[in-house]
């Protein structure tokens, strides 16, 4: 089953960490952008990251500037979002997807999403 399959959510207190994996599943990753978004209740989806297939260039959305750092291990096949210094409005459902390059807006592949909550 070609998937991509996200972890590592879970709940931390603010000015924690987490990082989050997103790996995949039936396919390489070594030819697709990912892109990392977040959905909290009641908001939109915010694009919160996104990795070129090389590694070589990455964005972030400005909420996240500065705290997150989206990396690729294209060896095994995962790519990661480290968070630091979480804050309450980060609290979300995280998702990973995959597409041809950053910002296209095309996605071939969608994880199902891991929780992360951020709360003392």
């Known amino acids: 089953q070609l998937q991509l399959v996200e972890s590592g959510g879970g709940l931390v207190q603010p000015g924690g960490s987490l990082r989050l994996s997103c790996a995949a599943s039936?396919?390489?990753?070594?030819?697709?952008?990912i892109g990392w978004f977040r959905q909290a209740p009641g908001k939109e989806d915010e694009g919160v990251s996104c990795?070129?297939?090389?590694?070589?260039?990455?964005n972030y959305a400005d909420s996240v500037k500065g705290r997150f750092t989206i990396s690729r291990d294209n060896a095994k096949n995962t790519v990661y979002l480290q968070m630091n210094s979480l804050k309450p409005e980060d609290t979300a459902v995280y998702y990973c997807?995959?597409?041809?390059?950053?910002?296209?807006?095309?996605?071939?592949?969608w994880g199902q999403g891991t929780q992360v909550t951020v709360s003392s």
């Open positions: 039936g396919f390489t990753l070594d030819y697709y952008a």
């Open positions: 990795i070129s297939s090389s590694g070589g260039s990455t």
């Open positions: 997807a995959a597409e041809g390059s950053c910002g296209i807006g095309e996605y071939d592949y």
